[in-house]
């Protein structure tokens, strides 16, 4: 019987590095993940929990409403649903000017959190991905003192870090505004 | 053009309404709410306090050119007051079932509450206004 060939240094060191990277392979498939839609604001990336958003709405005519409060575009044509469209950036203190909705392109997420549903208006959107739990981080400190408080975490996001957005902190700003 | 609501066993299931627009966004008033659609007197009469529809239902500060305009006045019988609207474009039936409420934020913010719902005419939004709430809320 022909004697088994003893294994190198290189080829044990082989062998565990790849029974290594299965045991991560199982702990990757385990591990609980987060659906983020990245989106892009006065120039910057922001994510949102995907859970929070139903639809990415191509940008189609705003119909103003007047009367309302500063941070309501107006209103949409949802495959004959009637939708409010909000400007984020008013809410969240990136612009102190509302959009024009007369020359503004750009995308609506239409998104529904604490019973509330609303489109939201953005520049454009980024990205949709499955994130482990356990690459979210705790809110970046840099964050502009306007910004953050509707910041839960933040993700590296192709080299950057985004803000993850927080649309129950946001909502709850919606009725505070009244 | 039938100025009257036609009426079910259920109560009415259609009614007029007459659609004008202000800017790029149309708006509508219940036919039954609007008395006479006539042209604008150079002065109002005697006891007539006459607004712009504009202004009422809160277009803040913008300033805009009516192409025609025409007063509107109510159907309550005082014959005090009457709203100027641009020209109208139609008066149509609207079947209670195409009548949407506004979205709760719109209703939630809206510091009138004038409009009380919305419907599409030819694919566009139509706001529907309470004539006598657009007067009354300032």
């Known amino acids: 019987m022909a004697k088994k060939p003893k294994k190198s240094r290189s080829d044990l060191i082989l062998d565990e590095a790849e029974r290594l990277r299965e045991e991560k392979k199982i702990v990757d498939v385990d591990e609980e993940t987060i659906k983020l ?139 505070d505004e009244q | 053009m039938n100025n009257n609501t036609s009426a079910t066993t259920d109560g009415i299931d259609s009614f007029d309404i007459l659609i004008f627009s202000i800017g790029k966004t149309k708006f509508a008033f219940d036919m039954a709410q609007v008395g006479n659609l006539s042209e604008k007197p150079k002065k109002p009469a005697m006891g007539v306090t006459l607004a712009s529809f504009h202004e009422k239902i809160g277009f803040k500060g913008e300033k805009f050119k009516y192409k025609a305009e025409k007063v509107v006045s109510f159907l309550d019988g005082k014959n005090d007051k009457a709203i100027i609207i641009n020209s109208p474009e139609d008066i149509v039936a609207l079947s209670l079932k195409n009548i949407h409420p506004m979205p709760y934020l719109i209703n939630f913010s809206s510091r009138k509450k004038a409009i009380w719902g919305a419907t599409f005419i030819d694919g566009e939004i139509v706001l529907l206004v309470d004539l006598q709430k657009l007067w009354d809320t300032d």
């Open chain 1, 37 to 175: 839609v990245f989106i892009k604001l006065s120039g910057k990336i922001y994510a949102f929990n995907g859970a929070d958003i139903k639809e990415i709405l191509r940008f189609e005519k705003i119909t103003f409403v007047p009367g309302t409060s500063d941070y309501i575009l107006g209103i949409i044509n949802v495959r004959g649903e009637i939708e409010s469209v909000i400007d984020l950036g008013k809410i969240i203190g990136l612009s102190k000017k509302t959009a024009n909705i007369s020359n503004i392109t750009g995308r609506i997420t239409l998104a529904e959190k604490d019973g509330i549903k609303t489109g939201i208006f953005v520049d454009s959107v980024e990205d949709m991905v499955d994130v482990p739990i356990s690459m979210l981080k705790p809110p970046l400190s840099s964050l502009s003192k306007n910004v953050a408080p509707f910041v839960s975490g933040g993700i590296e996001h192709k080299g950057g870090e985004a803000a993850i957005l927080d649309m129950r902190k946001i909502v709850a700003k919606l009725k």
